[in-house]
């Protein structure tokens, strides 16, 4: 059982920074391929970035791509995703997840819900215009 709390979620003005950070259980954490994505009322959830075991390779979505940094820190499971120069669209709940059966990260692949095996609750980040 992996268990994900998000936090640093809050309101910002456009052109503003937001750091997120996600914490996970589990004595493995070196093994997880870790993502982020986003639901904005009434959307499906979707991909924002990704990271590999190592935190060697990252994929984003287009349109965070240049804004957005994922990284992590295995020594204290912790998965964090800096938002820079945010948009009124970027408004949405931020949920990380945790994949634990991939062998490999791969990008196309690791884009995909389907993929990941645990979520956390969630966080709102909501900028203003």
């Known amino acids: 059982q992996v268990q994900l709390v998000e936090s640093g979620g809050g309101l910002v003005q456009a052109g503003g920074s937001l750091r997120l950070s996600c914490a996970a259980s589990g004595r493995t954490f070196s093994c997880y391929v870790m993502g982020w994505f986003r639901q904005a009322p009434g959307k499906e959830r979707e991909f924002v970035a990704a990271?590999?075991?190592?935190?060697?390779?990252?994929t984003y979505a287009d349109s965070v791509k240049g804004r957005f940094t994922i990284s992590r820190d295995n020594a204290k499971n912790t998965v964090s995703l800096q938002m820079n120069i945010l948009k009124p669209e970027d408004t949405a709940v931020y949920y990380c997840a945790a994949d634990l059966d991939s062998p490999r990260f791969i990008a196309n692949i690791h884009h995909r819900k389907a993929v990941y095996d645990y979520w956390g609750q969630g966080t709102q980040v909501t900028v203003s215009s």
């Open positions: 990271i590999s075991w190592s935190g060697g390779s990252t």
